[in-house]
Every structure is written in C-alpha cells, then in structure tokens.
C-alpha cells in the first residue's frame, strides 16, 4: 500500500500546458486581451498560467492569434518576429481617424474613378519594401505614451497633441498583394454592417459617437453604391493593413478605409486550426 501512495504522489499525470504555443481565432470586436480571457473560461487549466499574445489585432480585425503560455513567452521575440498573411476589405469613398470603420468620419469622397485596373495598378506601389507610417490610432510608443493615447487625447480636449508628433515609420516588407475581388456593397447594407461590427466592441472606444457619425453619412434607406476590393497580403512582421488601405486611397486620390480585416496565418499558424 505505501508503494503505492508513493507512485500516486510523485507520478503528477495531468498535462504539463506550460510552455506551449497556442493557435487562438480572435473574433470580430474582441481585444486580444480578451480573447486570452475567453480562453481561461472556455479551458479551465489555463486559469492560472502567465498568458500573453504575440502581435496584436485590432478590434476591427479577426483571425489568426498566436497565444504563448506560461515559459513560452521567454520565447516571445521569435514569435513576434513571424511572417503574416491577411485578407483585407477596403472600402472606397471614406476614411476615418483610424484608417478603419471604428473610427470618426473625417473625409468622403465621389469613388466614381475606383475600377479594378487602377485599384491593381495602385497596389504595385505596396509591394516590396515600404516605409509605412503608423496609424495614429495603434499601440506604437511615442514619447512616452501609445499613438493611441496621444489621439484620445487629442480627440478628448480638442487640442493638437497628436499633431504636433512626428508619427513614427517604419520599412515593412510586402512580399505579396493580390488583388482577389472587385465588389460594390448597397448603402443600406453598409451601414448595418458597421453598426452591427461596432457594437460588438466593448470598453471605450467611442463607439456611440461613431455609429452617431457614421449615420449622418449613410441613410438606412439610401440607394448609393459604393466600391469595395478584396485583396490578399503576405507580409513581414509589423505591417498595418489599416494603414495600406488607408494609402491605397491617398495613391488613388480616393478616401478609403479598412472595412474587414482577417489575419489568415502567422507562420506556420494557420486560421483554418485555429481554437475558436
């Protein structure tokens, strides 16, 4: 009998989870914080591990999340440093404060010149190596605090804080852009789909205001039609699809915004083997 209650306590037969790497799907208007906080529910064991992320997706963005867990993250340069892919919606006519539809209306635009042979012609100039500039919305530190927070800042008292930055670029590297799709969307469908998106975020960003703005641009009952392309992006680590869509439009002389965002794989991390 002591034998056996030795081998029973020096035998721990449950799964050692620390030090593993995790392929997470982060759903439409999550954070990545939060997404860490779904997994800890959905499986228990990861309760108490140290969990982090390694790259982030905006709210308006879906996909791929590359999840480190406990010792991992000692690992978390390499994981950083991954390739991506992604498949971007852009959206022709208007662009936002954050280059997306989660963000206040700033400009519009007659996208009647928008056709696929400008639209492939454009992306020529995003392929190889860019110098990009960060979004103004976006996690990059500059003096010491995130774009982020200097454009809330900004947005909150009415000064010029954001502008007196100079925005931080850097050189990413596109080694593919394809242009898959060509597509118009219907001004009543388009307004639904952003109330519906930003909706599903939660915490503060300035979604009542937003969706106020976005409907002084588009009516529920509208007959306008406005373009939309799909394109397919294979890119180093740190590139913003927010901020090619956004200088696809200015190449163009358009406005034009993020509408959709999927990161399809992160490595060898592909979004069909995600955890949902």
């Excluded at 774009?147 to 502008?163: D, K, N, V």
């Excluded at 799909?230 to 901020?243: E, F, L, W």
Aim: overall charge neutral; hydrophobic content about 35%.
């Amino acid at each position: 009998m002591q034998a056996m209650l030795h081998d029973a306590k020096t035998t721990d037969r449950r799964p050692d989870h620390s030090g593993s790497v995790l392929n997470l799907y982060k759903n439409l208007g999550e954070t990545p914080r939060e997404r860490l906080e779904r997994l800890r529910t959905q499986k228990p064991h990861y309760a108490h591990e140290v969990l982090s992320y390694a790259g982030r997706l905006d709210p308006m963005a879906e996909g791929v999340l590359v999840c480190l867990v406990g010792s991992a993250n000692k690992r978390r340069d390499t994981y950083l440093g991954m390739n991506k892919e992604y498949v971007l919606d852009i959206l022709f006519g208007f662009s936002t404060d954050t280059y997306d539809i989660l963000g206040r209306v700033m400009e519009t635009g007659d996208p009647a010149t928008i056709a696929r042979d400008t639209v492939q012609k454009a992306l020529n100039d995003f392929r190889g190596e860019v110098d990009q500039e960060y979004p103004p919305f976006s996690s990059q530190p500059v003096e010491g605090k995130s774009l982020f927070e200097w454009a809330r800042l900004t947005a909150q008292t009415g000064t010029s804080a954001l502008s007196a930055l100079v925005l931080p670029h850097r050189t990413v590297t596109v080694f593919e852009i394809q242009l898959q799709e060509m597509y118009k969307v219907k001004e009543p469908l388009l307004l639904s789909y952003i109330e519906s998106s930003v909706e599903k975020v939660s915490g503060d960003f300035r979604q009542e205001e937003v969706i106020r703005l976005w409907k002084r641009h588009l009516k529920a009952e509208g007959e306008r039609e406005f373009p939309c392309a799909t394109v397919k992006i294979s890119c180093s680590s740190g590139t913003y699809m927010r901020s090619i869509a956004n200088g696809i439009g200015i190449t163009l002389g358009v406005p034009a915004l993020a509408l959709h965002i999927i990161r399809t794989k992160v490595g060898e991390y592909e979004v069909e083997k995600s955890i949902k």
